[in-house]
């Protein structure tokens, strides 16, 4: 059972983490290189249920391979490998570390058989992806505790939605969740907290800009991911999720359409695209369920590959403004190129991996007589074009000249970005093979005169809106306010008025209480004896009680340290 | 130092031009393709066209709007 156990995925790259820990020079980028290539190899041996074992009342099945598992699984590795190779220089050995085992816990998720299995793997990306953050210097620790916080509150509604199926069913597998399934609202809660969804997405833009050039590109790919992933399995065919997902599409082109870091343009856009993913998911038919899975794989590379590029002119100039940068393409042919065919496949320009990809998710709304969410899923594709097809690279490396000429980076830098772009255009070409590996039964014929024409007709047009509203969509150096506004601003104001207050009350109230306290010892001590403390509770409501006092503890405690 | 050749007016005019002929080339191209539509409306001639060109524009000024609104100093959160 143990050696099916170390043979598993996730295996690997946890292991991979530890060797980071302590080796150095080529031993550290053999590592950090090859066991993404042992991870990869093992999610192609592992296939059905393996290793299962009994924990207390729980039948768990810590590794359960099939086509869905396999496909998250290979893009995983696959971009825990590129990654790996862009952050060949990386001087932190902290990210490095802690990047590897975020990809081994997300390995653990996706092969996951059981809730509990996925609950303590989840846990172990957030803490892990929070460390990528908190690598990267004093700048991040702020923005890595909010994120770190928000993702514990996550995991925590998780928990309670899994403990409170458990209890109810007895069942622990980790299967589709129907209708009737019960807490299956505070599960779906707690993954769409990872997905991005409203109301809670801010965490993403505030925190991944703050990770170094290297640690945005790990973090763009696992958590929102492994989200979709969990989604695809759990909740295929839920109707709100078409809603929430197109909110998500709109909210991250509005959002990044205002805002002037390009990382973090690029971060809004991470929400955009899970948007395009979780309203497939919705749809729910064959189609739109292999729409959203590659969607995801084709996404984890293009997005990859942004911000690859996005995080050389970072290393190489110091900045992220738009407003600092410009005319970059004169001294970075490599950065902006591979920039380039990043941005084309995310706007899913025919012949790149977003247009074979996206069109799935589309095509099944139609198919399923949902007009209006059609129209809104092409007036989304149009702006995508619009904020990071052409936003992107036109204010990062045309528009005027900074007068900046950094050379490209390095060459593991450049040749991961080449590494990358060859995906993103070669499954656009040649879409059959990837296909061929599609986790559900559903074909799909991208090609054809009318779709490339739309397509082409949809984001050129987009293009002109674009150049002529030039004049609108001057960068300013600003931020907009989102819903983190709620525990960065109002929450800690509330905080730091009631501390005082609370003093203030307590000084007046002391001299009784102490009075009081006196008679109440003697009350308490007879109720010990013979009264009402003396019965004995149920340990869940004590515990509940418990928690309840803990929990207005922290949150008091966590506003007040919030600023 | 010397703006690159892209930079320059006539390029930029050019550039323009060229990008105009392509727009034109894709609606026209509309009439030798035979498609059918997804769910009706999409049928009408070079509908991808201005509904992406006005699915942009109102996403724009809805981004203007809500600018106004909730636009900060990028230093917000730091004063």
Known sequence: MSAELLLAPAGALLLGAGLLSVVDGRARQAVLLGAPIIAL??????????????????????????????????????????????????????????????????????????????????????????????????????????????HLLGGTVLMVGIAGHFAATGQAAFDALGPEAPFRWVILAGVLLNAGAPPLSAWL??????????????????????????????????????????????YGIVYAILENDMRRILAYSIV???????????????????????????????????LMSAGSVLAMTGRSRCT???????SMPVTTTCGIVGALSISAFPLTSGFVTKSMISDAAAMEGLSLVWLLLAAGSAGVFL????????????????????????PPMRAAMVLVSLPCIGIGVLPEPFYAFLPYNAGFVPYSGGHVIGQLQLLL?????????????????????????????????????????????????????????????????????????????????????????????????YLSAMR | MTPHWISRPEAIRRLWIAFGLILAATVLAELATHRHAAIGIDAVFGFHAWFGFGACVALVLLARLLGFALKRRDDFYER
């Open chain 1, 41 to 150: 190899w093992l999610v192609w041996q592992a296939d059905g249920s393996a290793a299962p074992l009994r924990y207390m009342d729980l039948l768990l099945t810590p590794v359960r391979a099939d086509r869905l598992s396999r496909w998250f699984g290979t893009i995983f590795a696959f971009a825990a490998f590129a990654a790996g190779l862009f952050a060949l220089g990386q001087k932190s050995r902290l990210e490095l570390v802690a990047s590897q085992a975020y990809a081994g816990a997300a390995l653990g998720v996706v092969f996951a058989g059981d809730l509990v299995t996925l609950l303590v793997f989840w846990e172990a990306m957030a803490i892990a992806s929070t460390l990528v953050i908190w690598s990267a210097g004093s700048q991040a620790r702020a923005a890595g505790l909010r994120y770190l916080l928000v």
């Open chain 1, 205 to 250: 833009p505030d925190a991944y800009p703050r990770a170094s050039y290297s640690g945005m590109v790990v973090l763009s790919a696992f958590t929102t991911k492994t989200a979709v992933y969990v989604l695809l399995r759990a909740f295929p065919g839920e109707p709100l999720l078409v809603w929430i997902g197109l909110f998500m599409a709109f």
């Open chain 1, 272 to 306: 955009n695209q899970v948007g395009f993913m979780v309203a497939g998911i919705g749809i729910g038919t064959e189609l739109a369920l292999n729409g959203a899975a590659s969607h995801a794989f084709a996404h984890i590379l293009y997005k990859a590959l942004l």
């Open chain 1, 324 to 330: 600092e940068l410009g005319g970059l393409f004169q």
């Open chain 1, 387 to 410: 904020h990071a097809g052409i936003k992107f690279p036109w204010f990062v490396f045309f528009q005027k000249d900074s007068g900046l000429r950094p050379p490209d980076p390095p």
């Open chain 1, 461 to 557: 047009f987009s293009g002109l809106a674009f150049f002529l509203l030039l004049g609108l969509l001057k960068r300013t150096e600003t931020i907009t306010l989102d819903t983190d506004w709620v525990y960065r601003r109002l929450g800690p104001a509330l905080a730091a008025r009631l501390v005082p207050i609370v003093a203030r009350t307590w000084s007046g109230t002391e001299s009784t209480l102490t009075r009081l306290a006196g008679r109440g010892l003697n009350a308490l001590a007879f109720s010990y004896r013979s009264g009402s403390l003396a019965r004995t509770r149920e340990s869940g409501t004590v515990a509940l009680i418990a928690i309840a006092a803990l929990t207005l503890y922290l949150i008091v405690g």
